[in-house]
C-alpha cells in the first residue's frame, strides 16, 4: 500500500514535521489548523497545501494535544476527510477510551506516537527529519483494521521512523518514565534558577544546561499531557519524592559536625549517596544499551495481517476487523476538520502544539 494523499490536522512542530517529511516524498499534503496562519507557514515552508482536500485523503493525521484528539477525530470523521486516521498525542490510552466509546467509525482510525521532538514549537522549528531513525509507537485495537494499520506503517516509513507495536496503557506508563516526569523534574530544577543568587547563570556549565534544555517546552501543552497522564506520572514522581527523602536526610545527616553525627552514621549518609549515583550510573547504561535490550515488538508488513509476536501482548492488538473502503463521500465545501479543544471540558484549556522530548 503506498499514500498517495494526506492530511494534517493541526500544523505545530509535529504536524508540519509529518507534512514536510510526506510532501518530499511525493505525496500531496493539505494543512488544516484552526489557526489558519499557522497552515498558511507550513505551506510556505513546503509542507503542503492549506485547506482542506477536495476529496477524503487516504489518512489524515490528527496533530493535536491529547486532549482534544477524540474530539478532533470525531469531527474529521464526521466530515469525510480521510479513509484512515491516526494521531500523533503524546498520551494514548484516555483518548481511545472515547474514540472507541463515540468516535463514528474506530475501525479506521489507530493510534500513534513519534518519540521525536524538540524544545521549540510551531511550524516555524518543524523539520522533514525530525523523525529519522526514531521510535513511532502503534497502539490498535481489536477494531483497528488491516487498512488502517497499512496505512500507518506506510506514514512512518515516509518519515524514516521505526515502528512499535504497544497497548495504550503500556504505552503512557513507560512515557511516564521516559518523557512526562523528566519534563517536570527539569522543571523544577530550572525554576530554581530565578530564585538562586545572580552569580548562579555565570556559573551554569553544560550539566546543569542539559538537565533543564527540555524546561523550555510550551507549558500550556506540557500541562495538558501530564494532566492526561496523571496517574502514571504521579506513580514515578512518588518514587522519585522517596529516593530524594532519604538523600536530604543523608544530606543534613552529613552536613553536622562529625562529632555530632559519628562514623557509623557518616558512613551509612555516603553509603545512601553512593549508591544513589551507582544506580544513576546503571540507568544512563540502560539508556546507552540501546532499544535491543528491552524490546517492544516492531511491526512488518506481516502484522498486520495478524501475525504480531507473541509474548508481548501485541497478539491481542493485531487488527482483525476488514478493509476499510478506497473510496468516500467528498470532504465537501468548508469541509475543514479544526484542531478545537475538547467541548465544554476545559474553556479556557491552552492550545498549543506537541512537545519536545
Known amino acids: ?41 507550513a505551506a510556505a515552508l513546503g509542507a503542503g497545501l492549506p485547506g482542506p482536500p477536495p476529496h477524503p485523503v487516504d489518512l489524515a493525521v490528527i496533530a493535536v494535544p491529547p486532549s482534544a484528539a477524540a474530539p478532533v477525530l470525531a469531527e474529521a470523521q464526521a466530515r469525510r476527510l480521510a479513509l484512515s486516521y491516526t494521531d500523533v498525542a503524546s498520551v494514548k490510552a484516555p483518548a481511545q477510551r472515547e474514540i472507541l466509546a463515540g468516535v463514528p467509525d474506530p475501525r479506521r482510525y489507530i493510534g500513534g506516537h513519534p ?52 497497548r495504550a496503557r503500556t504505552h503512557d506508563d513507560a512515557v511516564a518514565l521516559t518523557s512526562h516526569a523528566p519534563h517536570l523534574v527539569a522543571s523544577l530544577m530550572a525554576a530554581r534558577l530565578s530564585e538562586g543568587p545572580p552569580e548562579a547563570a555565570h556559573l551554569a556549565g553544560q550539566g546543569l544546561r542539559d538537565v533543564t534544555r527540555i524546561a523550555r517546552g510550551d507549558s ?43 562514623p557509623e552514621a557518616t558512613a551509612k549518609s555516603r553509603n545512601i ?42 497478539e491481542d492488538m493485531a487488527p482483525t476487523g476488514p478493509h476499510e473502503g478506497t473510496a468516500g463521500p467528498d470532504t465537501g465545501p468548508g469541509g475543514q476538520a479544526r484542531a478545537t479543544a475538547r467541548p465544554g471540558s476545559h474553556p479556557a484549556r491552552c492550545a498549543p502544539r506537541e512537545p519536545a522530548r
Not at 525530525?130 to 483497528?144: D, E, K, Q
Not at 496505512?151 to 518519515?159: F, K, P, Q, S, T
Request: proline fraction near 3%; charged fraction near 25%; hydrophobic fraction near 45%.
Open 220 to 262: 500550556c501543552l506540557w500541562s495538558d499531557i501530564v494532566e492526561s497522564n496523571a496517574a502514571a506520572v504521579a506513580d514515578i514522581l512518588t518514587q522519585i519524592q522517596e529516593d530524594l527523602g532519604a538523600v536530604l536526610a543523608a544530606l543534613k545527616d552529613l552536613a553536622e559536625p562529625d562529632l555530632i553525627r559519628g
Open 1 to 41: 500500500m503506498t499514500l498517495r494523499t494526506l492530511a494534517v490536522v493541526g500544523t505545530g512542530l509535529i504536524g508540519t514535521s509529518v507534512a514536510l517529511a510526506a510532501s518530499r516524498r511525493g505525496v500531496t499534503v493539505h494543512l488544516l489548523d484552526r489557526d489558519e496562519s499557522a497552515a498558511r507557514t
Open 273 to 314: 549517596l553512593v549508591d544513589l549515583l551507582e544506580r544513576g550510573i546503571t540507568g544512563v547504561e540502560e539508556l546507552d544499551a540501546g532499544p535491543g535490550r528491552r524490546e517492544t515488538a516492531a511491526p512488518e508488513r506481516d502484522m498486520a495481517r495478524g501475525g504480531l509476536e507473541k509474548g508481548t501482548g501485541a
Open 115 to 166: 518519540l521525536a521532538g524538540r524544545e521549540r514549537s510551531g511550524p516555524l522549528a518543524a523539520r522533514a527529519d525530525l523523525f529519522r531513525g526514531r521510535a513511532w509507537v502503534l497502539t490498535p485495537t481489536r477494531l483497528t483494521s488491516k487498512t488502517a494499520f497499512d496505512r500507518a506503517l506506510d506514514l512512518i516509513a515516509l518519515c524514516g521512523a521505526e515502528p512499535r507495536v504497544m
